[in-house]
């Protein structure tokens, strides 16, 4: 099991910021890839970013490219999304997930997921 814990969520104007964190516990958490999704209301969840865990490979959905960071604390077992200029279509939950896979994250299918946190953004 790996428990992920998000947090960092809430309502914002468009073109603000938001940093949103995922605190990843459990044994070997180290070697396991992470990732964001989201889903809005009457959506799939759709991907956003990824990073592999052993070379750092990141990976990011187009609608989020150069507006989106995907960053990760070792020492912290915890991963970010740094979400800049904000658009009301970036409206969701977000999710983060966590596979020893990066291909199954970038598939959507990883083994573990958090409970999601809720992203508004206003126009």
């Known amino acids: 099991q790996v428990p992920l814990v998000e947090s960092g969520g809430g309502l914002v104007q468009a073109g603000g910021s938001l940093r949103l964190s995922c605190a990843a516990s459990g044994p070997f958490v180290s070697i396991y890839s992470l990732g964001w999704f989201r889903q809005a209301p009457g959506k799939e969840r759709d991907f956003v970013a990824a990073?592999?865990?052993?070379?750092?490979?990141?990976n990011y959905a187009d609608s989020v490219k150069g507006r989106f960071t995907i960053s990760r604390d070792d020492a912290k077992n915890t991963v970010y999304l740094q979400m800049n200029d904000l658009k009301p279509e970036d409206t969701a939950v977000y999710y983060c997930?966590?596979?020893?896979?990066?291909?199954?994250?970038?598939?959507?299918?990883?083994?573990?997921w958090g409970q999601g946190t809720q992203v508004t953004v206003s126009s």
């Open positions: 997930a966590a596979d020893r896979s990066y291909d199954d994250i970038l598939a959507g299918t990883p083994n573990y």
């Open positions: 990073k592999e865990w052993s070379v750092g490979i990141t």
